[in-house]
């Protein structure tokens, strides 16, 4: 057996140029595959990490009926005594409460649509790490003590309520002077000085209008983030129904603006104090509509969840897998998308790898007559040209994963920016920022694919083999 | 001539070679044509859904209205002026709608709404909102009655459960997700449409009344006959508010604004929020909506109305969709660019080996006197009828698959429908028809081709006769 082993290899090398066209586009196509299946991996890994760690946790406890309408009166019954249970079951790292309620958030000019969450945040920052994204010099997560309510809001609504805005002065033109902006593009952007653009929309198109397409993507980020401007101690009110159904609301100051790269969560999800917004809608100190929970282990997560549910009879324990369904199914849909899609890079390659073997194969008529004359038995010149197809796409193969894994650790550590679709896949949850990532059990998956490539694409040119007539080989030229 | 006939026969020396290579072609080709042709349909349906059940093609607003959505950015509604636009050649009607937002709500449940006031009528040249009339619900009423049926076969009340309170604006979509096959229908569908019809009434101008999503009725626990209450700031920062009778349900094909959306008479909308012949924009439907016919229109357009309005387009209207496409897009022409990389090398080794076989043959041609440059032509031409063969298989497959998928869309159902409409899309996968994807695939092809020919041809203007005669 080593010598068949020994002999395929070496064959593989008898003509260099040859092979090496099929070794360089198994490589290539298995570094493409590898790699876009990456960078769609990484931006997925983002979505569920940056869910489970910023937005939602992993388990949510509360009233069966209350995510029907978030209904202000349902309450959970027995606040503490859900509390303490849910603490001490096994598995549980930590825990928040939380009121929930719907609303309208304004300020002088605009309005939209929020959902309020009265939060803790000593406990919510053990549970979720919202925090982190606090844009810097907007404000802290409720660090300041204040005599005014704090609210701690999106990026996407702070634009929205022109609590964020874009403007262009005297000031921003000079620190883009000393950040290397060439004059030219400054002396554009001059007119625009002492202009404060209405939104984000406005100052894009505007901004684009005057300057060329190659400065837009030189300075277009420089200009963009130089422009933005965050008005400290700005203002906005909430409105929305007491626990009476009375409209009520305040005047709440921005602690700070939180950016996860979510549009439709920055957009919605307004986070204030939890004890001041019972006070405002009539709720108990310690009442509250849900619990968040974090898990010490994620893969625990059905486990605790059925604990959960044995020990709270009459409320609803959903975890994220149950929250957000979309998530779920949308890693294992992908997962099998991968391999769609690297399957059909490979039957592209097996279209080469059979050309090429056939083409072996006719070229050693006389050689492999030989070999059967001299006793060679069928099954090893079966066995010896299949091994060569598989060195051949192995070798292949393996360049190709170590290529992409040079490039992937490579482009991991910057990650890379698709900055011109940020706006569609923000809306969809995505980051545009994506790190490409993937897992090492799916270059275990690609190399027992690609083994297998090289098995099927070699059974027609063996049977080819099998087939030849020893002596009627032997007199072929 | 000749030179073809020679090329045609030399293809077929090596018969398997020929068809291995024409078949990696034909499986890039086969491949490119169907998800091209998949996802150009795919955006083509969701604009239209975005253009004809919201936005219009084009739209007249305030100039500030796009930027800043508030009811002081609107303009008032003149006859004349509408009667110069619709003496445009490009179009058919324009439609005036006031929109904004308000809190909605029925006692506790609140939400964030989308408000529409519009003209019911002229709606139908556009949106058709008419046509997005729930017609069946599937009430757990509706389900009781089913369930008690008799005549209902088993696997269709298993189903049931799984679309309690869907609505449907046609029977189609009904008995697709029921599981109920074409030939049992004319026996089962009457008795279901019966058990979960659901009836609307209209809401006209001039009277109070509001239709409102399915969905958002979902959320809000509101049926037909109830009372909604809509609060809001009005022209010039005054409070708006007004409590209208809710009679009907639509159902609009984009989950997002299903969710949110609230229909009224304009005169109405206009009164609820203090601006009493106010628009905030005028959708016009257009006779040819292909992309030079709406930029013309739009031009023409701009110079009849005043300054402080302008005229948008639907893709700066839809730019959130319009970006998500474009990624779509580009990742999904990234995936074709590795496939044909994969198969140019194909096609690269196929020539090189064709090259290496037939050195003693191009020699031994040379020799008796036949031209390099015939030579080169000859190879050149049964290269491209590789080419030719790989690309007109695939296509014919192809299209016979196209052809049937354009009038047979990929319609999902159950949890793969749900993801769908969680990421705010119609469950749904349009082909496109033939167009202008195919000639794309036949030029990459051909640069494929022409790269790889490169090869030999060095090979044979290098050719000396006496080496390759001993090779």
């Known amino acids: ?92 790292e930590s825990l928040t409460s939380r009121i929930l309620l719907t609303g309208m958030a304004n300020t002088a ?139 009520t609301g305040a005047v709440f100051r921005i602690a700070g603006i939180y950016d996860i790269k979510n549009s439709m969560y920055e957009m919605s999800q307004v986070l204030v104090k939890k004890e001041d917004l ?114 051949l796409s192995l070798v292949g193969g393996v360049a190709g994963m170590i290529i992409s894994q040079i490039v992937i650790g490579a482009t991991a550590r910057k990650g890379i920016n698709f900055a011109s679709y940020a706006e569609g896949l923000e809306a969809m949850g995505y980051p545009a920022h994506i790190y490409p990532a993937i897992s090492t059990s799916f270059f275990i998956t690609v190399t027992v694919l690609i083994i297998l490539t090289g098995v099927l694409s070699s059974i027609y040119p063996a049977l080819k083999a099998l087939k030849l007539d020893p002596a009627e080989a032997l007199r072929t030229e | 001539m000749n030179n073809l006939k020679l090329a045609w026969r030399n293809l077929w020396r090596n018969r398997r070679r020929t068809l291995i290579t024409s078949a990696s072609i034909f499986f890039a080709v086969f491949f490119a044509l169907l998800m091209r042709s998949l996802q150009l349909g795919s955006y083509d349906h969701m604009y239209k859904n975005a253009i004809e059940s919201y936005t219009g093609y084009l739209q007249v607003q305030h100039k500030d209205f796009w930027d800043e959505k508030i009811v002081d950015n609107t303009f008032p509604y003149e006859p004349e002026l509408e009667q110069q636009i619709l003496k445009d050649a490009n179009v058919e009607a324009a439609i005036p709608r006031f929109e904004s937002f308000a809190l909605a709500s029925n006692g506790p ?73 074409d030939q049992e229908a004319p026996g089962l569908m009457p008795d279901i449409e019966r058990y979960c019809r659901f009836d609307n009434g209209r809401i006209q101008m001039g009277e109070p009344g509001v239709w409102v999503g399915h969905k958002l009725s979902q959320y809000l626990k509101l049926g037909r006959g109830d009372t909604i209450v809509l609060i809001s700031q009005g022209y010039h920062g005054s409070t708006a508010a007004g409590k209208y009778e809710i009679k009907g349900i639509v159902k609009l094909p984009l989950p ?75 990742s999904g022409m990234i995936m074709l660019g590795i496939l044909y990389l994969v198969i140019a090398f194909g096609v690269f080794g196929t020539v090189l080996m064709l090259t290496a076989e037939r050195r003693r043959e191009f020699g031994v041609l040379v020799a008796i006197g036949m031209q390099k440059k015939k030579l080169a032509s000859i190879m050149t031409l049964e290269m491209f009828l590789i080419g030719l063969l790989g690309i007109l298989a695939g296509a014919l497959v192809a299209s016979v698959l196209i052809l049937y998928g354009v009038d047979h869309p990929l ?27 195919y000639i794309w695939q036949m030029v990459i092809v051909g640069i494929m081709v022409l790269i790889a020919i490169g090869y030999p041809l060095r090979k044979i203007f290098r050719l000396k006769v006496v080496n390759a005669l001993k090779a």
Request: aromatic share 8%; net charge negative; glycine share 6%.
């Open chain 2, 256 to 330: 997002d604004i299903d969710n949110k959306i609230i229909y009224l008479p304009l005169d109405i909308c206009q009164t609820l929020f203090n601006a009493d012949g106010n628009l905030t924009s005028l959708a016009l439907a257009v006779k040819d909506n292909r992309d030079k016919a709406i930029s013309g229109t739009l031009e023409r357009i701009q110079g009849l109305i005043p300054g402080d309005q302008k005229v948008m387009e639907w893709r700066e209207m839809n730019d959130v969709m319009v970006s998500q496409m474009e990624a779509d897009n580009k």
């Open chain 2, 411 to 437: 319609i999902f159902k159950g949890e793969m429908a749900k993801m769908f409409e969680d990421y705010g899309f119609e469950p749904k996968m349009a082909f496109w028809p033939i167009d202008t994807y």
């Open chain 1, 1 to 92: 057996m080593d010598m068949i082993w020994k002999t395929a290899w070496l064959n593989v090398w008898r003509n260099k140029v040859r092979s090496l066209v099929v070794i360089v586009s198994v490589s290539i196509g298995i570094f493409g595959g590898v790699f876009a299946v990456a960078v769609m991996n990484g931006a997925i890994e983002q979505r569920v990490d940056a869910a489970l760690n910023d937005e939602i946790a992993h388990i949510h406890v509360n009233d069966p009926a209350f995510r029907d309408n978030y209904d202000i009166k349902l309450l959970v019954p027995h606040p503490q005594q859900v509390l303490g249970t849910v603490r001490e079951t096994p598995g549980v």
């Open chain 2, 109 to 181: 449940q609140t939400k964030g709404v989308l408000v529409m006031g519009v003209d019911p009528e002229k709606e139908k040249y556009l949106s058709g909102v008419l046509d997005r009339m729930v017609k069946y619900h599937l009430s757990p009423e509706a389900i009781k009655k089913i369930k008690l049926d008799a005549g209902i076969p088993d696997k269709v009340k298993e189903l049931l459960s799984l679309f309690e309170n869907s609505a449907y604006t046609n029977a189609g979509r009904l008995q697709l997700d029921l599981g109920i096959s």
């Open chain 1, 278 to 391: 019972a006070e405002l809608a009539g709720i108990g100190r310690n009442d509250y509509h849900q619990l968040i929970i974090r898990l010490d282990d994620l893969e625990s997560t059905e486990e605790v969840s059925a604990t959960l549910r044995a020990h709270l009879p009459g409320l609803e324990v959903l975890n994220w897998k149950e929250l957000q369904p979309d998530l779920a199914m949308m890693t294992e849909m992908v997962q099998k998308f991968y391999a769609i899609f690297m399957v059909i890079i490979l039957a592209a390659l097996a279209f080469g790898i059979v050309n090429t073997m056939l083409m072996v194969v006719l070229e050693r008529t006389k050689e492999l007559g030989m070999l059967t004359a001299i006793g060679m038995n069928k099954k090893r010149v079966f066995n010896m040209i299949m091994l060569e197809s598989v060195f």
């Open chain 1, 109 to 247: 000019a605009k309005s939209a649509g929020v959902q309020i969450l009265g939060i803790d945040p000593p406990e919510e920052k053990e549970v979720l790490q919202l925090y982190k994204t606090t844009i810097p010099g907007t404000g802290d997560f409720f660090g300041e003590d204040s005599r005014h309510y704090l609210a701690y809001i999106g990026h996407e609504l702070a634009k929205e309520l022109n609590i964020v805005r874009f403007q262009i002065d005297q000031e921003v033109l000079d620190s883009l002077a000393a950040k290397g902006v060439p004059g030219e593009v400054l002396k554009k952007l001059s007119p625009f000085s002492g202009q404060r653009f209405k939104s984000e929309k406005s100052f894009k198109k505007e901004v684009k209008a005057v300057l060329s397409i190659k400065e837009q993507h030189a300075f277009g980020a420089v200009i963009r983030g130089e422009a933005w401007t965050f008005r400290a101690r700005s203002k906005m009110t909430l409105t929305f129904l007491d626990r009476e159904g009375m409209q």
